[in-house]
């Protein structure tokens, strides 16, 4: 009679796991447990980054260097030549008077000239030409004497010098010197235009109709 053979042995079973607790979260804890790490590695990278690029690049510090404009060259154009054109020359309108303006020292001498005068005639020492003594003269011949009415008239003594200081100092005045003075007699004339004249009778008289003057006239007070 054949033998049956024994089934094979099974291998006990092993007992079931039980479920994990519900409160162990073990890769929650790895993650938090990293993040130092990784806080770590990110700090490391920044620094890395500001040490080559500088903090200006990523934050806008007051301590970020200013951008440089560019600098740009411009070319002042250069002004045209002008031509100042001169004023107009304007001539002045002469003056009613015909008084003379001498240059020059006081005591320089203007003019020497000899006049001849009748009676009822005058001059003035800017001109030296006689008219109607009615007109504006300084000396003119009234009656028996040679008179003024704008100048003043000094009559020299025979011993007083002929001189532009003499005229010019001596202060006896008077407004007329006598036809009837004597070939030689001198007298001075201080005009308001400010000539000063020596006046010495050099011919003619009374008896004569006409008395000649040799006049010798300074600058004055010119």
Not at 132 to 154: C, G, K
Request: proline share 13%.
């Amino acid at each position: 009679m054949t033998a049956t053979p024994e089934p094979p042995t099974q291998p006990p079973s092993q007992p079931p796991a039980s479920p994990p607790d519900p409160t162990d979260d073990p890769p929650r804890r790895r993650r938090f447990s990293d993040a130092p790490a990784w806080i770590s590695a990110a700090t490391g990278v920044a620094g890395l980054l500001l040490g080559f690029l500088g903090l200006p690049v990523f934050v806008h510090s007051p301590t970020a260097a200013p951008k440089t404009a560019p600098t740009v060259a411009t070319t002042t154009p250069a002004a045209e030549p002008t031509t100042a054109s001169a004023p107009p020359t304007t001539t002045a309108a002469p003056s009613p008077s015909t008084t003379p303006t001498p240059t020059g020292k006081p005591s320089d001498v203007y003019k020497i000239q000899t006049v001849e005068l009748t009676e009822d005639y005058g001059f003035a020492l800017d001109k030296l030409r006689p008219v109607s003594r009615d007109d504006q003269t300084e000396i003119y011949w009234y009656s028996s004497w040679l008179n003024t009415d704008t100048a003043q008239f000094v009559v020299l003594d025979r011993k007083e010098p002929s001189s532009y200081e003499t005229c010019s100092t001596v202060t006896r005045f008077t407004n007329r010197f006598s036809v009837w003075s004597n070939v030689g007699d001198r007298f001075c004339v201080i005009a308001p235009t400010g000539l000063i004249a020596l006046a010495e009778l050099t011919g003619g008289g009374r008896d004569a109709g006409f008395v000649q003057l040799k006049l010798t006239i300074w600058r004055g007070t010119y």
